[in-house]
């Protein structure tokens, strides 16, 4: 019977030490880094190993950076949702004054030499958030999320930025009901800047305006502007109310067909500052007494006889 071979296997089926393959590694990784350092004759395989890596690369960053690029967006549209809305709140604050500036300017001529001229009344109010059209789509209303907590009553005109908008005519405790200037019921007593002739402006209810009341040979022409004449107690004088655009004027008719379109944005969705109700207007003055005769017969009394002088 044969013995068993217990003899170890040769040595180069066992391959170098660890060792010393650790050493071998590490002189041909300062080899290459000296000779790279020098001669730069890695520079072709280090762009191809970093073209291979860089899309695994930027999957590894893409959740990091999604999430850095999600807070930017969120803080920047923060920011800038506060810049629009600070400047639309100063755009209205200032808008009263500066749409009136026109019709000033045209009334500085007239009253230059009038010095007992009373001072204007200034155009306050607050801001509102248009929240929706109204249900009727007959009807050109819209709702607004400021009502009776906030002050708001019933006849107080509307503007935007540009001009004219409407008038509140409903008010809920919490919105209110803005009906505007195109709703076929409403009604704006206007005046042309360029010559000072006075009308009103009445809503057609298709987004469009008709100056209604003026003769056929008046003095409108295409483009002329439309402001408030303050005649009605409700809108101050000088609003932007509409443009001119159509005329048609026919012998056989005594007033002309005007068509205009509103200066403001009234179709348009965004804030709008409600103002102040006006002041009250002066009452009219009584109406100067007639003949002594005739104030007596409106009284229900018949005038008296003189009586006759004596010797006569």
């Known amino acids: ?168 005519t409903r008010v809920f405790p919490f919105s209110a009901e803005i009906t505007l200037i195109t709703d076929k019921d409403q009604a704006v007593p206007v005046q042309i800047v360029r010559s000072g002739q006075r009308s009103v402006v009445f809503g057609l209810g298709n987004g469009q305006l008709e100056l209604r009341y003026m003769p056929a040979n008046a003095d409108v022409q295409v483009g002329d502007i439309l402001v408030t004449s303050g005649l009605d107690g409700v809108y101050l004088p000088g609003f932007p109310v509409a443009k001119v655009v159509n005329i048609e004027r026919d012998s056989a008719y005594s007033f002309a067909r005007i068509f205009c379109v509103p200066v403001a944005g009234v179709e348009n969705f965004g804030e709008i500052m409600v103002l102040n109700p006006r002041l009250p207007l002066p009452e009219a003055p009584p109406e100067s007494v007639g003949r002594g005769s005739d104030s007596g017969e409106k009284n229900g009394q018949r005038p008296k006889k003189k009586r006759a002088a004596k010797g006569n």
């Open 1 to 168: 019977m044969a013995g068993i071979n217990h003899a170890p296997p040769p040595f180069f089926k066992q391959g170098p030490a660890p060792l010393a393959l650790l050493i071998f590694y590490i002189a041909i990784s300062l080899a290459l880094f000296v000779v790279d350092l020098r001669f730069r004759s890695l520079e072709l395989l280090r762009q191809s190993v970093a073209l291979i890596v860089d899309p695994v690369q930027r999957i590894a960053q893409t959740p990091g950076s999604l999430v850095d690029h999600a807070a930017t967006y969120l803080q920047g549209l923060h920011n800038l949702q506060q810049e629009n809305s600070q400047l639309k709140h100063a755009q209205l604050n200032t808008a009263p004054n500066l749409q009136r500036l026109a019709q000033l300017e045209a009334e500085n001529e007239r009253l230059r030499k009038l010095l007992s001229v009373n001072e204007r009344e200034k155009a306050n109010g607050q801001v509102a958030q248009i929240l929706y059209t109204a249900r009727d789509p007959f009807s050109r209303k819209v709702i607004v999320d400021k009502g009776q907590q906030s002050g708001i009553v019933a006849g107080q005109p509307a503007i935007d930025e540009t001009g004219v908008v409407g008038q509140v």
